[in-house]
């Protein structure tokens, strides 16, 4: 059973079933560093300054989500150009 989008907690799966990259740690100012595949990278439309979430799921398994801000509806209508609204939304309710 996949359950990927509940909390990394309770993710279950086997390990052979998943693809895997091998990585390098490298150290940066004392620091061990992981860098992330190129795939995930574009994928999660990520970029210097990205923020991520590491969630231990047990000893053995690091989890690495990316941190979606989450919009307001104020701000996702903002974003939607005046065409593509209903007239009268508004007015609903």
Do not use: Y
Not at 3 to 21: G, K, Q, V, Y
């Amino acid at each position: 059973m996949h359950s990927w989008l509940a909390d990394s907690a309770s993710i279950d799966f086997e390990p052979e079933d998943i693809p895997m990259n091998t990585l390098v740690l490298r150290r940066f100012k004392g620091a061990l560093t992981l860098t992330l595949p190129n795939e995930f990278v574009a994928q999660n439309c990520l970029t210097e300054g990205s923020v991520v979430e590491c969630s231990m799921v047990n000893p053995d398994i690091l989890v690495v989500r990316p941190v979606r801000k989450k919009l307001t509806l104020e701000q996702l209508l903002a974003d939607t150009p005046e065409d593509s609204r209903v007239k009268g939304w508004e007015s609903l309710g």
